[in-house]
């Protein structure tokens, strides 16, 4: 299924996402979360590239996007960035979703890693949307975007200007970065939406549970911490239980919010945790099947 049509039906989409486990883990070590985060009925189960989009992490998000979708039965969105692929490589990737039966990727640049050498082929997401669509192979492209502006864009008119013409390069569905305040993102909805961006904008929910990590993730993406979340992270981020109980309720108040505006979808960044993946479907489940 395309997961654009998802977004047809009256609920308000709700979708996990996962990432390759590091190689020393082996992949073994994911399916027992998958198998749990199926359980909570997801729309869909996006899988990341891997750190720095090289190595191992092709072939492994292909094996979970198959298992995700041929063993239960759960659609799912394969990441494929493109800074370090050949137009070569990327059909034999091609090939190896088509052959799994997995037909949506979401089409991303990637993080540069000076460990690796960039490649020519591609500079922009928006280059690697528009080569997959002049295959016509079938594939349905989504594509990621930035409430608070891609950190190498100059400001929020060029990022959104970007992502117009990722949009109009084929992408079909948006995926949000993660945010803390849904102000940013009503802001850049707003924005896109003025700027004809028409397809469907999921929100990206990434729930506190551990201060270091969510920390060091800020300091990657950009995102602003609010004055009710630093707050938070203050009085409870040196207790993990606390800070973990007081981070699914944030993410739940968020999601809450944005179900109340009407939002398209709500992406989870689940950190391969399915007690909090489970612990902030039960606490909106029956808000987001009440329709858009």
Do not use: W
Not at 120 to 146: H, P, Q
Not at 220 to 246: T, W, Y
């Amino acid at each position: 299924m395309n997961i654009a049509d998802l977004f047809k039906k009256e609920h308000t989409v709700f979708s996990f996402e996962v990432f390759p486990p590091k190689k020393e883990s082996g992949i073994e070590t994911i399916y027992s979360t998958l198998n749990e985060l199926k359980n909570l009925n997801p729309d869909f189960i996006s899988v990341t590239y891997g750190a720095g989009g090289k190595g191992v992490a092709n072939a492994t998000t292909i094996d979970l996007c198959s298992y995700i979708k041929n063993e239960l039965g759960t659609e799912t969105i394969a990441h494929l960035s493109c800074l370090y692929n050949t137009k070569e490589s990327i059909d034999r990737i091609l090939d190896e979703l088509d052959e799994k039966g997995v037909k949506n990727i979401l089409a991303l640049r990637g993080d540069v890693n000076p460990d690796f050498a960039i490649e020519k082929d591609f500079k922009y997401a928006s280059d690697l949307t528009e080569y997959i669509m002049s295959k016509n192979r079938g594939f349905n492209i989504s594509g990621a975007c930035y409430p608070e502006v891609h950190q190498e864009a100059a400001n929020m008119i060029e990022d959104i200007q970007n992502l117009k013409k990722k949009v109009d390069s084929g992408a079909d569905h948006l995926i949000s970065q993660l945010f803390f305040d849904n102000q940013v993102f009503f802001d850049f909805q707003e924005k896109a939406r003025i700027a004809g961006i028409n397809v469907p904008i999921e929100a990206g929910i990434m729930p506190v549970t551990n201060k270091k990590q969510i920390e060091r993730m800020v300091s990657m993406c950009g995102a602003s911490i609010p004055a009710k979340l630093s707050k938070v992270l203050q009085r409870f981020g040196d207790n993990h239980e606390a800070m973990r109980d007081a981070g699914i309720s944030y993410a739940i108040d968020q999601i809450i919010e944005l179900a109340a505006h009407g939002v398209d979808g709500v992406h989870i960044y689940t950190m391969n945790d399915p007690y909090v993946a489970r612990r902030i479907s039960e606490g909106v489940k029956n808000i987001l099947k009440s329709g858009k």
